[in-house]
Structures are given as structure tokens and as C-alpha cells.
């Protein structure tokens, strides 16, 4: 049995929630020339769980070549994504302030679903999760999205907003994983790693 994981995300909000848990890791991210954008592109008519699974996939697989080309000791790999989803469109990452603000004007006064991937796999054998949440926004007037986005937080989060962050303030009811939310569900990733022989 291994005594630890690679995780092989760049998320500090993962690496909180794994050390929550009381599990040792060891950091596999990408390589400078890496392709790690491309791997996210939605395809045309794709159902947001359906995404979020195939982009997982995706990325544990390029995390498995990069364990293999770096002839690293062998451990479970983690890998997880988080998307924000309004009906069947697909919220990820905003590329600058004026898609943040969009987003988030989308999202005021309305129900959202959160959904987070998880897998990791071992000498073939791979086990996936899925966490969907529901997330309720008050509805923002213009003057509080300007001032969210000003702040910074919305960048590099899907669907523009951190539950743990400044946003709590806007967020009236939530139904699901914090955890998930945050983008690692701690009971569906204690799970995999039990059936992976982890005392979690």
C-alpha cells in the first residue's frame, strides 16, 4: 500500500482539503510547455456532468504520461474539476473582469449547480466520483458584481465566484458538498481513497 498520493492539481483549496483529510501528498503538476488550457474546451452540445467527468479524465490521464516520463515511485494519482452550471451552460474559468462580471450577473438571483469530478487511479485501475451541488445566489446589484470582480477573487474560479472567499456574503442557500464546492468533495474523496487502502 502506498503511504501517499500525487495530486496532481495547482488548486490551493485542494491541497487544504486533502491535508483536511489527514493524507500525505506530493505535488504533480505540469510542465511549462504543457497544454493544460486545450483539456478544458467544452464540446458542442455537452451536458455539464458529462463535461466535468471528461475533463477529469483528461487531466489524470496527462498527470499519469508526466508520472511515467519523470520515472517517479509509483502512488494513487488524484485529479479534479469543478464546473458552475446554469441549466445546460457550462460556467468555467472567466478570462478577464468583463467575463467575471457577465457571469455573475447571470448567477444573481438564481439556483446553480456545482459539479466536481473526482479520480484517481493506480497501476490501471481508476475510480471516479461526481459531486453535485445546488448554490442559490441573493440577487447583486451592479455597484456589489464591480466591486466582487475589482477585488480580484473571481479569477481563475469557475463560474466567477470562491464560496470559502468574499462571496459567502451573496450566497443565500446552498444544498450539497462545501467541500465540492470548494472543488474537493471530502466524503466521495475518502471514499476513493479507502478503496485505494487509505485509513481516511
Known amino acids: 500500500m502506498s503511504s501517499f498520493i500525487y495530486l496532481a492539481s495547482q488548486s490551493p483549496r485542494r491541497r487544504q482539503l486533502l491535508e483536511q ?3 500525505r501528498y506530493e ?3 505540469p510542465e511549462a510547455g504543457e497544454d493544460t488550457e486545450s483539456i478544458e474546451a467544452v464540446l458542442p452540445g455537452e451536458a455539464p456532468a458529462r463535461y466535468v467527468k471528461r475533463v477529469t479524465g483528461l487531466k489524470l490521464d496527462a498527470a499519469l504520461e508526466r508520472l511515467r516520463r519523470r520515472r517517479l515511485p509509483p502512488a494513487p494519482v488524484l485529479c479534479s474539476d469543478t464546473t458552475v452550471a446554469l441549466g445546460r451552460a457550462i460556467y468555467g474559468k472567466p478570462g478577464d473582469a468583463a467575463q467575471a462580471r457577465r457571469m455573475l450577473r447571470e448567477l444573481s438571483g438564481a439556483t446553480h ?4 469530478a473526482v479520480a484517481v487511479q493506480k497501476a490501471g485501475r481508476r475510480l ?3 459531486s453535485d451541488s445546488r448554490v442559490t445566489f441573493a440577487r447583486l446589484a451592479a455597484a456589489q458584481i464591480r466591486a466582487y470582480v475589482d477585488g480580484g477573487e473571481p479569477m481563475g474560479k ?3 465566484y470562491a464560496v470559502q472567499g468574499r462571496a ?3 450566497i443565500s442557500h446552498i444544498s450539497g ?3 465540492g464546492i470548494m472543488g474537493l468533495p471530502m466524503h466521495e474523496t475518502a471514499q476513493l481513497l479507502r478503496a485505494f487502502g487509505f485509513r481516511v
Open 168 to 170: 459567502a456574503a451573496y
Open 113 to 116: 449547480r456545482v459539479l466536481t
Open 27 to 29: 505535488l504533480l503538476l
Open 128 to 130: 471516479e466520483a461526481l
Open 21 to 23: 483529510l489527514g493524507v
Open 158 to 160: 469557475a463560474g466567477a
Open 177 to 179: 458538498s462545501y467541500s
